[in-house]
């Protein structure tokens, strides 16, 4: 059983490192701030080899995460949101348009809306895997994720242009009260919860290419539609009340 075990770790990190080889824009140069997947010609060579490779993983059902549900879940309507911690316009859409949505229809109770992240890069895998640990840890509140998603985008330009973005981004949560040899678990190829969380999140966006097409972020699922690239608040309003 233990020999098991190690060789599942081992073969998911194998799994991570083709998936990603070749994808870690901006990681690794801290120079280079990650925008989106549409942003240039050469990004879309890059990103059509990411999802040529994740079409191609097969990952167990088993491998499912909870749900990330702000305002009431019997709304009528419905908004899935797949966003990535290290993307431009997603920073610009939480930033200026998330707030008037809020506001105007999950407040008032007209809407309910599931947060999805979307990964490309190992920047936007390790930062939604902490953000995806950090919930658990708290209990899965929505209010946790809502204020961690904040966070997150408020300090993406320092974060991606540090010195040291993989140190800085654990020090964002380890300010929000992880505990710093929790955070060190978390982005542990060897560890259980890196294993559980990371397939999970490549399993959610396998299914959101295959049930939507969805290839770029922002995206927007209203309603059972899908629509990929950014969207403001009025425009995403105006299709829930022309329903």
Not at 93 to 105: A, D, G, S, V, Y
Not at 123 to 129: G, H, K
Not at 180 to 205: F, P
Request: with cysteine.
């Amino acid at each position: 059983m233990l020999f098991l075990n190690v060789l599942r770790s081992f073969c998911f990190f194998v799994f991570v490192a083709f998936l990603f080889s070749g994808c870690d824009r901006g990681w690794s140069d801290p120079e280079s701030v990650v925008t989106s997947q549409g942003d240039s010609q050469e990004e879309n060579s890059q990103d059509d080899t990411f999802l040529e490779r994740l079409k191609k993983l097969d990952i167990p059902e088993t491998f499912q995460l909870p749900e990330i549900v702000i305002g009431d879940k019997q709304a009528k309507n419905t908004l899935i949101v797949y966003s990535s911690f290290s993307c431009s316009h997603c920073l610009k859409f939480h930033t200026n348009e998330w707030p008037i949505l809020k506001k105007e229809m999950v407040d008032t109770g007209k809407l309910k809306v599931y947060l999805r992240n979307y990964v490309d890069d190992m920047a936007a895998l390790e930062s939604a895997m902490l953000f995806r640990a950090f919930g658990q840890a708290k209990g899965e509140n929505p209010e946790v994720y809502e204020r961690m998603y904040k966070v997150l985008f408020d300090r993406q330009a320092e974060w991606m242009k540090s010195s040291n973005p993989r140190e800085f981004l654990k020090k964002i949560f380890v300010d929000a009260g992880f505990k710093r040899e929790k955070v060190e678990e978390c982005l542990s190829s060897q560890s259980k919860i890196y294993t559980k969380i990371a397939a999970g999140i490549m399993r959610d966006q396998k299914k959101a290419l295959g049930a939507w097409n969805i290839e770029i972020v922002p995206a927007f699922v209203i309603n059972g539609q899908a629509h990929c690239g950014f969207l403001i608040a009025k425009e995403i309003m105006e299709k829930f009340s022309s329903k």
